[in-house]
């Protein structure tokens, strides 16, 4: 069965503090696809990431980076240095394959206070 | 540039109600499209998939049905409402199952 667990529910932190969401996943299958999306408060989901299960280079964009640990099950993703904008709920998605059919954890709400 | 479209983006419905929620997708073809939705406590679940015309997959057994009658439409139905249907659905889409974008959702409540 594939499953994805975001064990921290809230997290509040004062702005230009770094933060790190967790997230660890199970699967069986060798070749599956990890995601991070973001929902701001108006609710879209905003894609963030994709990471493949053959790539476990960590990837920095700006303030955010992600580090993939196949050994740990593990995808978790930092913001350096949040800013009040990064208020919001994080998903951390896995999608079997490349079928495109996400499972997504139950997402972490972060508030990033001023 | 591809952009997924969504409506309404609320909706209060008595029980027992008929449901129609339509997502469309322009710049692509032969989108894969999917229906997802979030109940109350965050967790977003998929509700169907569809590769193609009139090919959709339901996912969980439940009160609603889909269809794709055009390549780029996808719409959402139920002929009575439940309460337990209440909740924000989400459309989204991608391209040979990469990366998928999301609508911007409707919140159905269900009265």
């Known amino acids: 069965a594939q499953k994805v667990t975001q064990a921290q529910t809230e997290i509040s932190v004062v702005e230009k503090e770094d933060v790190t969401l967790d997230c660890v996943y199970e699967t069986r299958d060798t070749t599956y696809y990890l995601f991070w999306y973001k929902q701001p408060p108006s609710g879209e989901l905003v894609f963030l990431i994709r990471r493949n299960s053959f790539d476990e280079q960590n990837e920095i964009s700006g303030r955010y980076s992600w580090n993939f640990q196949k050994s740990t099950s593990s995808f978790n993703f930092t913001i350096t240095a949040s800013q009040v904008v990064d208020s919001a709920v994080y998903f951390c998605a896995l999608s079997r394959g490349n079928t495109g059919k996400l499972i997504f954890g139950q997402g972490t709400t972060l508030q990033v206070k001023p | 540039s591809q952009t997924i479209h969504q409506w309404p983006a609320t909706l209060v419905q008595p029980v027992g109600s008929p449901l129609s929620l339509e997502c469309t997708v322009e710049?692509?073809?032969?989108?894969?499209l999917y229906w997802y939705r979030q109940a109350a406590g965050r967790g977003l679940q998929l509700l169907f998939y569809s590769v193609g015309i009139g090919q959709i997959s339901s996912e969980v057994p439940q009160n609603l049905s889909a269809s794709r009658p055009q390549d780029r439409q996808f719409i959402l139905s139920s002929k009575k409402l439940l309460l337990s249907d209440s909740g924000f659905y989400l459309c989204?889409?991608?391209?040979?199952?990469?990366?998928?974008?999301f609508g911007q959702g409707t919140r159905l409540t269900v009265v």
């Open positions: 710049g692509t073809s032969n989108p894969n």
């Open positions: 989204a889409w991608s391209v040979r199952g990469a990366i998928a974008f």
